[in-house]
């Protein structure tokens, strides 16, 4: 190994680098493809929502020729949200990205108004009751109007608890089909 | 004393807070009357901790000194400890916890709602992230001291004393000091006068509709939390949840 000091890199040199292995850097195909990766990785605590329809990836771009995501944390204290960043960073490696960067971002606080119409439809059909109404609109000490049965479709329900298995869900139960059942929480 | 500038100063109070109680609430993991109240319990406590790291994090960054947001929680001894007196205290039984928790709640929710809209962009980011959080925290905990005061007999005796026990600590969220008092003018935070109007509102209403009655205003405590003067249940707490990395030094998961 040459001793002493290594030159600095070449802005050519540094582009070079941080292009995937076909070589191209930052092309907006690239862009979108990394997008499509992306709607494989699933939700490790609820798998059948991928990041992007969940609303947690807010931009994919390129910068100092790396792929870099920013993503959201859904709440403060998600505790899946490094496992979610290693997921994403191992999927983008796997399809030939080359060291892409995450970076978390708090603001606009991540809200369940963006988690996508198939995302909501996933989680129903999940056994997952999606969120109702919108988050904007939820004053302090009103609850959810008709949070519908994700079996049977009756909203003849009652909340059991307000915080469930993990941060994002409360607890119900159908009193037609008596199934319980997660909520995914308004906020 | 006050060792930093009034921000990272402030910055510790928020932190602090929110450590103390999310671990107080962690007591009550394998212990809870039921299963649903001991998910919302850790829901609540895992929220707090999120919160704790942003906060602490920033803190991080304004102090420089080398230290990173976990050295801060678990490498700094009582006296370094910034929290309200009231998040300290034992949890005792569930009116004991309950009535604590909706006190820290109320005031916890009006000092976000201020700080969404704080001359200072970051932490009125993380404050807009925290405050959507403790909207529901408040929500449970005024819903349960509800119940629990118009319950039955026994739970109103134990909401009846557990208001004996717990209003006294507070005290510090009834009042600011120069510190705040900066800040507010400043545009940072709001003034600590308006905060404790709108704490006792909300305290006095939830109360009324629970059957208690709001004390007269606690009187001063020679104790502050804001100084690091705390009772002496902090320590204990401090030597548990520190006890491994004090143990093996920079010990990672
Ligand atoms: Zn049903």
Redesign the interface.
């Known amino acids: 190994m040459p001793s002493g000091e290594l030159p600095p890199l070449s802005a050519a040199v540094i582009e070079l680098i941080g292009s995937d292995r076909q070589g191209r850097a930052g092309s907006p195909e690239d862009i979108e493809r990394a997008w499509s990766v992306l709607a494989d990785v699933m939700d490790p605590e609820v798998p059948v929502i991928n990041v992007v329809d969940l609303g947690i990836v807010r931009d994919v771009r390129w910068s100092a020729g790396h792929l870099q995501v920013i993503v959201t944390p859904t709440y403060s204290g998600c505790p899946a949200t490094e496992f979610i960043e290693t997921l994403i960073e191992e999927a983008l490696t796997t399809a030939g990205f080359h060291q892409p960067v995450l970076k978390q971002q708090l603001d606009p606080a991540w809200t369940t108004d963006w988690i996508t119409a198939a995302g909501r439809e996933n989680l129903r059909a999940y056994g997952v009751a999606p969120p109702v109404g919108s988050a904007n609109k939820l004053s302090l000490l009103a609850t959810a109007s008709e949070i519908a049965c994700p079996q049977c479709g009756s909203v003849h329900t009652e909340r059991v608890s307000e915080f469930g298995s993990t941060a994002c869900k409360a607890l119900y139960r159908c009193l037609d089909c008596l199934e319980p059942f997660d909520y995914f929480k308004c906020i | 004393m006050n060792q930093y500038d009034d921000l990272s100063e402030y910055l510790l109070r928020l932190g602090d807070s929110a450590v103390v109680q999310g671990q107080r609430l962690c007591e009550w993991c394998g212990r809870a009357p039921a299963l649903?109240?001991e998910?919302?319990l850790m829901?609540?406590g895992?929220?707090?901790?999120?919160?704790a790291?942003?906060w602490l994090e920033f803190t991080a960054e304004r102090l420089d000194d080398g230290r990173s947001a976990d050295q801060l929680a678990f490498c700094r001894d009582e006296r370094a400890y910034r929290n309200l007196l009231l998040v300290e205290q034992p949890n005792g039984d569930f009116a004991v916890t309950m009535l604590k928790q909706f006190f820290y709640d109320a005031w916890h929710?009006h000092v976000l709602t201020a700080l969404k809209a704080s001359s200072d962009?970051r932490v009125a980011?993380?404050a807009?992230?925290?405050l959507?959080?403790v909207?529901?925290h408040?929500?449970?905990s005024?819903d349960w001291v509800q119940r629990l005061g118009d319950g039955t007999e026994e739970s109103h005796d134990r909401m009846v004393k557990a208001l004996d026990v717990v209003w006294r600590f507070t005290v510090e969220l009834m009042a600011g000091d120069e510190v705040e008092n900066r800040l507010a003018a400043a545009g940072v935070i709001a003034a600590p006068e308006l905060i404790a109007e709108q704490w006792l509102a909300t305290v006095s209403q939830v109360l009324e509709q629970a059957t208690l009655t709001v004390p007269p205003a606690a009187p001063s405590f020679y104790l502050s939390g804001r100084e690091g003067m705390h009772t002496e249940c902090l320590g204990v707490l401090l030597a548990e949840m520190q006890s491994l990395q004090r143990a093996y030094p920079d010990a990672v998961w």
């Not at chain 2, 895992?46 to 919160?51: A, I, K, M, T």
């Open positions: 649903e109240e998910m919302a829901n609540v895992l929220d707090l901790f999120g919160q790291r942003n929710y962009k980011t993380i807009a992230k925290a959507k959080e909207t529901y408040l929500r449970r005024s």
